[in-house]
T-cell receptor, first 114, second 111 residues
């Protein structure tokens, strides 16, 4: 049981390049989330999904797109990277939204945009 | 506006010196308050969930408590391995499952 895994761990992009971050969970969780963490700020929600085939915007969605084609995977895309997107990105997952709602986090992806 | 404020930003303790971390929150209808631990270069690790005022939970040297306006994370006789950043987050009924995080308290315990 690996929990929540993220690929890649590190990435450096040039301004304008695109990339996709992959999140996978093996806990059969319905809900999945993408956060970013910046120095001096709390974790902020980018997008989330309440089930396969669904996505919704969080607090800071601009410049990102997401897809949830399979229940266990949640992809975060940057179509045209900007230096302001330099951050550490965390994926999380939780159960159905009823009950405890505990979110379990992956190890993170450190992204630098030059 | 839902908001979470953690204090202090940083705390230095000697091994065995007990203390508390504070998490003040403003939320329209608290669904749950969460404490996480984050080590450098790692993802947040779940510690506790508290749901109602008066509730307490313990795990080893950590004890979390909740009132209607704040939560405390008490650390009793800390060890160097307790050094980490401790994050507090709240979940409001109106916000669905979204978590609102504080900026965290970085704890350093020296031997």
């Amino acid at each position: 049981n690996a929990g929540v895994t993220q690929t890649p761990k590190f990435r450096v992009l040039k301004t304008g390049q695109s990339m996709t971050l992959l999140c996978a969970q093996d806990m059969n969780h319905e809900y999945m989330y993408w956060y970013r963490q910046d120095p001096g700020m709390g974790l902020r929600l980018i997008h989330y999904s309440v089930g396969e085939g669904t996505t919704a915007k969080g607090e800071v969605p601009d410049g990102y797109n997401v897809s949830r084609l399979k229940k266990q995977n949640f992809l975060l895309g940057l179509e045209s990277a900007a230096p302001s997107q330099t951050s550490v990105y965390f994926c999380a997952s939780s159960t159905s939204g009823r009950g405890t709602d505990t979110q379990y986090f992956g190890p993170g992806t450190r992204l630098t945009v030059l | 506006e839902d908001q979470v404020t953690q204090s202090p930003e940083a705390l230095r303790l000697q091994e065995g010196e007990s203390s508390s971390l504070n998490c003040s929150y403003t939320v329209s209808g608290l669904r749950g308050l969460f404490w996480y631990r984050q080590d450098p270069g790692k993802g947040p690790e779940f510690l506790f969930t508290l749901y109602s005022a008066g509730e307490e939970k313990e795990k080893e040297r950590l004890k979390a408590t909740l009132t209607k306006k704040e939560s405390f994370l008490h650390i009793t006789a800390p060890k160097p391995e307790d050094s980490a950043t401790y994050l507090c987050a709240v979940q409001a009924y109106q916000a669905g499952t979204a978590l609102i995080f504080g900026k965290g308290t970085t704890l350093s315990v020296s031997s």
